[in-house]
């Protein structure tokens, strides 16, 4: 009776730490107390009845592993694969050291292995020994495992669903190849090599697990990891995005889209700094101000508007560019042309201005003056805007 009642403690405190390490992996509160030792009377009177009824080891543990995920998923309402792979982990933690302690045992006292069998009717089955050791084995690794380091990680593999069925697998295959070394306990021979390869077996169901288990927490630091990497990607994109949309609303002129004055001296001051050669067109609406008096500042919108599209035309994309200076003005930029080039092509821009006035979509009439230079005209860049700036009052006059 007394060593009935030993072997049902160690099986306690097996089934206890389980269902703490259940709970802690799935971020659940602990079972109750009462429960856990419910569910451990449930499990130990099943594991009791196999060894009555003289079952094969393979249904003793494959029964157990049925308790456990049956139990499991309704208590701490984990979800499927999660309470899967806790059970799993919970029989095969508990098979591979009931195997150690059964052979170790059976090595020492230089017994055949069916003497840690179910067949308890033999006068000389000793499985309570060895049973009492796996257990109690199995409850101490258990306690290792609740470390908060080890249990951070085990929610990180509950939390991926991908590594998460690949590690079951694992686990499960693992947990079959253990579950046929339980065919040797049937064969009453006292032979060395069959209780070594036993150990070999629980040892390297260990070592396997183990190493599994930290190679799927290694796959999903590295998912996690690149899931920051990918949202901290998005997010500087963003952030990208959004500097790059202040930078227009700062250097762009709100109404025709054109960079504005501040843009235009950075250029400027850029293009003389680099000594590249260019013509500064300094340009002016005639009659902007009369309009926006006269028929209204929606009307003047679209005359700058029409400016700034027939001025673009004459543009070379990419190698000219042109600005709103402020009010009626613009200033263009002709890069390696002369004084003679430029003043062709606003001619042109002015000639195409022209032909819109008097017409139904501008009941007004659109012209501009323009003052032209070199850029070695002036020593910098506020010289050549003054320069080109009356040079264009000179042609209004």
Known sequence: MLRLLLAAAAAYCYCDRYFTYAAKALARPAAPVRYTLGLFLVNYTVFFLCSVMQFHLIVNWTLLFALLFAETLPLFRGGLLPSGLLALQGALIGLTFNMLSRCIVTLVLDVPLNAVNNNTSQADNIKLYPVMAGFLLAALVFQLYLKPGRIRALRL????????????????????????????????ENLLVL??????????????????????????????????????????????????????????????????????????????????????????????????????????????????????????????????????????????????????????????????????????????????????????????????DRKMYQQKA
Request: charged share 25%.
């Open 157 to 188: 593999v509950m939390r991926s669903r991908e590594h998460l069925r690949v590690f079951l697998w694992m686990a499960a295959i693992l947990y079959g190849y253990l579950s046929l070394g339980l065919l040797l306990y049937s064969t009453g």
């Open 195 to 388: 209780k070594l390869w036993g150990i070999k077996s629980a040892v390297f169901t260990a070592v396997g697990y183990q190493y599994g288990l930290w190679y799927t927490i290694r796959m999903c630091r590295l998912s996690l990891y690149r899931k920051q990497n990918e949202k901290m990607r998005a997010e500087v994109r963003l952030q990208r995005r959004e500097t790059e949309s202040l930078r227009s609303l700062a250097f762009r002129d709100a109404l025709t889209g054109l960079f504005n004055r501040q843009c235009a001296q950075q250029r400027i001051e850029g293009m003389v700094d680099r000594r590249e050669p260019f013509c500064l067109c300094f340009i002016d609406l005639n009659g902007l101000k009369h309009v926006n008096d006269r028929i209204g500042h929606s009307a003047g919108d679209a005359y700058l508007l029409a400016a700034a599209q027939e001025i673009g035309r004459v543009l070379r994309p990419g190698a000219d560019h042109l600005f709103r200076y402020g009010g009626d003005e613009f200033i263009a930029l002709f890069s390696d042309y002369t004084e003679e080039e430029a003043g062709r092509k606003l001619r042109e821009a002015d000639r195409m201005l022209r032909a819109c006035s008097n017409t139904s979509a501008y009941p007004f009439s659109l012209s501009l003056c323009f003052g032209a230079v070199r850029s070695d005209a002036a020593a910098g860049p506020d010289e050549l805007i003054q320069a080109a």
